[in-house]
């Protein structure tokens, strides 16, 4: 029903507001500025290197010749507006919403999924922890992306915990019994798996479901562009009811599903489907992980995935000798200069060895990498940023000569 969220919405009035708009260190503000503490959000996302690389990110078709095909860029634009589209029916927050949507994805590490497979293996063999996408996009944006003051000096982020929840709380299955937000002003370093809270805002809960929204009509129709589903388009007929007289398309199923949601979510409910969408949405669920995601073109290039990013990690994770380290690293800049390099400035940025007044930095130190476990944590964290293209570069510089 039209507006029946409106009394929920983040606003001055809620009593979460405070918790919500809270940050870990307050930014600089101007007597001029006009923008709510969202939009001040959303823009400094839009303006963070990690959100720039997501153009250059797998969603879940790995380096498409069609220019056509989702890249994470194009998801996380598509999840913005079905989001904004559901917000806007319930009497949301839309700039709330809005900064959740676009921020949501900046943790996700090169390769898709199958990349923060990998990274993940890593992460738990050496640091004994599971890497995943969600707690690496929190990370990023506490601690990784950097944008500069008006002094010129750079800054973390600091978001607002609105948007810092709906990031770490934005993956997960939605169960029948509806998805409603939590009451709880946690700690978001308490998190320790994904989906092990609900979010702490309907608007973030509404980012989560437009994320399954988003993705399966799109790998459906990317699917059906590149011929990978030409075998079984008669099952998936059969699946959607499909009725060839209409067009099947991402449009018609992500409007089927906004439209079941909007009309059968109440406060009383929660945000959910219908039972009849509900058991669609996984059956198709069901269909993308059997024709798709697991089908032999995708899987083929996976083995590829664990070379390259599993060489950049050896390659400069040896270079480890306690006080040493850095030595080491410039010992290798003269075989491998952009990954050295690169990765030096990196740990600049970071670490507490640099002239952090020259640099004109101010943002917070977050690696030791005089202790192996924090230099294992900055090359996953640096690994997890590339882009897919740079990552292959990267790799090719190791074996060129």
């Known amino acids: 029903m039209e507006n029946s969220f409106k009394q929920q919405s983040i606003n001055k009035d809620n009593p979460k507001w405070e918790n919500v708009i809270s940050r870990l260190t307050p930014l600089e503000t101007k007597p001029t500025d006009i923008r709510t503490p969202f939009d001040r959000d959303y823009t400094r996302i839009i303006h963070s290197n990690a959100y720039r690389r997501l153009k250059h990110k797998t969603q879940v078709f790995f380096s498409p010749e069609n220019d056509h095909i989702c890249t994470r860029s194009e998801h996380v634009t598509h999840v913005e507006s079905i989001s904004y ?96 937000p939590r009451d709880e002003f946690i700690d978001l370093t308490d998190y320790k798996k994904p989906n092990e809270y609900a979010p702490y ?92 995601y697991f089908s032999r073109r995708t899987v083929t290039s996976i083995k590829y995935f664990e070379l390259v990013i599993n060489e950049i990690y050896n390659i400069l994770f040896e270079c480890f000798d306690n006080k040493n380290t850095l030595k080491n690293l410039k010992a290798l800049e003269k075989f491998y200069p952009k990954l050295i390099d690169g990765f030096y400035h990196y740990l600049e940025n970071y670490c507490n060895f640099s002239n952090r007044e020259e ?43």
């Not at 099947?248 to 992500?254: H, M, P, R, V, Y």
Request: charged share 25%.
């Open 85 to 180: 589209t559901i917000a806007k029916y319930l009497g949301l927050n839309l700039e709330l919403t809005k900064a959740i949507a676009v921020a949501h994805d900046l943790g996700h590490s090169p390769f898709g999924h199958a990349g923060e497979k990998i990274l993940s293996k890593i992460s738990e063999r050496d640091l004994g922890t599971r890497f995943w996408h969600e707690q690496n996009g929190l990370n990023f944006v506490d601690n990784i992306e950097l944008l500069e003051d008006h002094s010129g000096y750079k800054q973390n982020l600091d978001l607002t915990y609105g948007v810092r929840d709906g990031i770490i709380s934005h993956c997960g299955e939605i169960n029948e019994n509806a998805l409603r």
């Open 201 to 292: 805002t309907w608007e973030a809960c509404v980012v989560k479901i437009s994320d399954k929204i988003s993705y399966i009509g799109r790998d459906i129709e990317d699917a059906i562009t590149l011929g990978i589903l030409d075998e079984h388009l008669q099952e998936l007929y059969d699946l959607l009811n499909y009725n060839s007289s209409e067009v099947l398309n991402n449009s018609t199923i992500i409007n089927y599903f906004v439209c079941d949601l909007c009309q059968n979510s109440s406060y009383e409910k929660g945000l959910c489907f219908s039972k009849k969408a509900y058991d669609l949405l996984n059956k198709i669920k069901d269909f993308n992980y059997k024709h798709i």
């Open 359 to 401: 640099l004109k930095l101010k943002n917070k130190i977050v690696f030791d990498i005089s202790i192996k476990e924090d230099f294992s944590r900055a090359i996953i964290s640096y690994i997890s940023g590339m882009t897919d293209n740079f990552a292959i570069e990267m790799y090719n510089e190791l074996i060129r000569f």
